[in-house]
């Protein structure tokens, strides 16, 4: 009687990771470039109380078996790396990547990490930044009297400069890529750090090995589904409901027995 109170409470925690994963997916429906998250979750070890194909009594061999189950458990919570729909700004420093790829942005530890999100702007000092004011690798300085700033698709960065004939050259934006885009560890603030499971980056030119073009102008929106997302919702919530049931059945039964004389 004690395994199925163990199994069903093994169920109600799965169910309240996903509602938990769920909702963090729609509290961030408006963020840019987020990409949502599924829990993957797996059955646990099984008990063996007649093992499948054993001979019989009668010296023919067993279709099927005894094998009890203890429940469920959360294996890990992938990032999925669909492109979101393209919105469009108008904002010279907005940039969206079409296709796959990852800005570099070096942060204020002197380390690497990883966006999507393309929503620029211009520091004090000219360099294109992130909204929160951390520097895009490699570096863009735009000039103050700077005009017409121009990102091509290939990435070649040019403005207008007062009293040069030509647009200047002010850069080339670069992208990074991934084996395995999931396996990059989310630190927050739309950026992402590499992992043993996501393999070393590739950096290359956008429109290069695989990676995406860029598109200035736009930016990219979260992929989340509101209607999916809500219907995985009400599928948690039932099953969750479910397992508390199988909880309070459980212990009815425990009180039958306990009553017994």
Partial sequence: MLRS???????MDAQQRLV?????????VNTTAFKKSRPHFNDLLYQNMKAPGLNSSDGT?????IQVGNGVRLVSIDKNFEQGAIQITGRDTDLVIRGRGFFRIQT???NIA???????????????????GIPLVPEIVVPPEATDLTVGM???????????????????????????????????RNLYTQTPASGEPVVTNPGENATGLLSQGNL???????????????????????????????????ASTNQMR
């Fill in 114 to 132: 990883y966006t999507r999100d393309g929503s620029f702007e211009r520091g004090a000092d000219g360099r294109l930044v992130t909204s929160e």
């Fill in 108 to 110: 204020p530890d002197g």
């Fill in 154 to 188: 290939d990435g070649i960065v040019t403005a207008k400069v007062q009293g040069e004939v030509e647009p200047r050259n002010l850069g080339q934006i670069q992208l990074a890529n991934f084996i395995n885009p999931a396996g990059l560890e989310s630190i927050g």
């Fill in 5 to 11: 109170l163990q199994t069903a409470a093994t169920g």
């Fill in 20 to 28: 938990d994963t769920l909702s963090n997916n729609i509290a961030n």
């Fill in 61 to 65: 061999v067993a279709p099927g078996g």
């Fill in 220 to 254: 990219e929106t979260s992929n989340v589904n509101i209607v999916e997302e809500m219907v995985q919702m009400i599928q948690g919530q039932r099953a969750y409901e479910l397992n508390s049931k199988v909880i309070k059945t459980s212990d009815e039964m425990l």
